[in-house]
Each structure stands twice: as C-alpha cells, then as structure tokens.
C-alpha cells in the first residue's frame, strides 16, 4: 500500500516548485538570521527526512486544494496510494461527519491567519472512520499570497475513543448518583408521605436561591455546586424515616419529648450519610464525594445564625452554605403548606416571617437573595399543589 520515496516518481504539480529560488523565505517568515545556522545538514535535507520519516501524514495540496504531495505515512493513514491521491481535493478523505462549520472556520483561518489547528473525520479508503487531529499552514508565494496548503495529520481516533468511553463513564457516574439520592429520598417519603410534594418545592426553591447566591461575592464557588445543592436537599430529611410515625404523623402539637426525639432526625440523616461519605472518601481518596454535601445539610439545615438552632448550635458562617440556603427553603415551604395545626400562609405572611427572621434564623444573605428572587419562589408555590393535610 505505501510507496517508499525513493521509488517516487517526481511530481510537476507541486506548488513548491513555483516558488522562485530568490530571497530566503526563511527570513521572510520571521525566523532568525541565524536559523539553522547550526544544523549538521542543510535545511531542505532536514524537512526532506522530516517529511519522509515523519509519523504523522503530510498532504501538500495547491491553493485550489487539489494534492500535489503526499508522504508515506499520508498514504498508511488514508490507505490510498500516492498516486491514487495526488491531482485528487483534499477532500478526497473526507467522511462527511464533521460539522461543516468546523470548515468554515478553517477556511476563514488560512485565509486571514494562514493556520489553522482542529480536529477533522476521515474516512480511510476502506471506508473505515479515522479521527484526524489536523495542522494546517498556507503556503505563500514571494508576493505573499497563497500559492498552496500543507497538512499535517495525526491519527487521534484511539485517542478519541477513549475520551468518548471516559465522557460515557462520567454520564453513568452522574446519573447513578441522581438514581441513588432520589431512591434514599424515597425512603424518607415512606416515613412521612407528606415530604412528596415539599421534596419537590425545596428543590426549586434550592435552585433558586443557589443560582442567585452564585452570582455573589463571597458565594461564588456556589456557581458549580447548583446541581448538586438542588440533589442533596432532597436528602435534608433522611433522618425522618428513623423517626416513630406516632410522632411523625401525629395530629397536633408535640410534647417537648416528642420534638426531642423529632429533632433527632438530623442526627440519624446526617450519620447515615456521613458514614457513607466517609466510606466513599477513604475508598476514593477525596476531600469530598457527591455525599459529603448532602450529611451536611441532613444535619444542618435545622441550626440558626444566631447559634440557637440544632442539632448542633452552630452559628453564622460556621453552619455550611448549602445548609443556610436549604433552611431558608425548609421554612419558607413549611409556611407555605397547610398543617393539622394550621392553614397554609399566603406568600405575603411567609414573607414577613422571613424577613422577620434575617440575622436570627435565617443568613442575612439568604434572605437578600429570597427578596431577590421573590417573584421565583411565587412562581413555584402557584405552580405546586400544597398538601391537604398534615
Ligand atoms: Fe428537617
Ligand atoms: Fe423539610
């Protein structure tokens, strides 16, 4: 299939022999004066054994793209034979995959910058697809203008398969964890059927006030934990399914050992999912795995900026963001939804509440970002169909 290039036969077409032997069209490009100045053979020996020596295929087309040369390893890549390419297009080796756009752009580029990088696919004579990592430079005349086209082009397609399998492995890696938070939030909805629907709206109201946050100083590092905020707040009540349904379904007030043993149910959330996080950190080697939000907000999203909160008493900044943002959605929720003890709130009370309670219960931030996104937050509640009882 390869022709060697001793047995080449000289080729009249190639747009190198128009170039007129005057001048050095090194010093033209830019190159120092010195430039190969200490090379052991002459510069056209060195590009004569790169080309045909080089490992990755040269194609030297005309300015109308039409082939003029090709190396070697040109031939092996597209399985044609020297002669088979040369007075063919370029486009000889293409396989109608690429986005033609990606051809505009190269067409733009060796025409204004005179090179252009990227990625191509090919189709080899046998009909077999190849990914080609493409180089391309103009050749320029003495005058400056483009006389021809030289191509340098890698095989990337084992390359390219193993980036597609990575990328194919991370979608099942994202979407089992999705899988898995959403059947451990089963489990709590199990315990408490009333958590369906205000799963669902803590979710949004999360997102909501996750996406506003990231946009503030201080939050930015918010902007790439969206996602995640918006999964892991469905686990804030994992707890509950520890939790006796005497006590989770009970109609009416609580006795103050009821609401103990109701406020326990950070504790059992955050433990099981810290356990878990745990396991998974040590078995990964990571500072944090998909979990490690999620135990905090099971254990956290009941404390208060003021530090008269549970589990814990923690206070202010020391209580995770993730779970400021899920306590504010918690409440806001709960207010909003009607209760045995209760009708639900309208918006407008809610509100005041909220407000009521910034720099107490709630981060001052949050609560910017709920005023914020006010009309948000009503868009969800109008949208969801609250609870009839509970
Ligand atoms: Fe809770
Ligand atoms: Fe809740």
Known sequence: MSTSSSSRPPNPASPLQAVPPAGNPLLASGLPADCFAACPVRPSIVFQQLFANSLDGVVITDKDAVIAEVNPSYERLTGFTRTELLGQKAGIVKSGLTDPEVFRQMWEALQGAGHWTGEVINRRKNGEIWYSFL??????????????????????????AASEALSAQLREIRATQKVTIETLARIAEFADPLLEGHLERIQAYSRILAEDLAQRGGWTEMGALVEMVEQSCLLHDLGKAAIPSSILLKPGRLSPEEFALMQKHTVIGGELLGDAD????????????????????????????????????????????????????????????????????????????VIGAAGSQFDPEVVQAFLRQEQSFINVLKANKLPETG
């Open 278 to 353: 745990d396991e998974l950190r040590a078995m990964l080697q990571v500072d944090e795995s998909f979990l490690s939000m999620a135990r905090d907000i099971a254990l956290y999203h009941h404390e208060r900026w003021d530090g008269k909160g549970y589990p814990h008493g923690l206070k202010g900044p020391a209580i995770p963001r993730a779970a400021r943002l899920v306590a504010l959605a918690d409440v806001y929720d709960a207010l909003t939804s009607r209760r045995v003890y209760k009708p639900p709130y309208s918006h407008e009370d809610a509100r005041a509440i």
């Open 135 to 160: 180089s391309i430079v103009a050749l320029r005349g003495p005058g400056g203008e483009v006389i021809g086209y030289v191509g340098m082009a890698r095989d990337v397609t084992a390359m390219h």
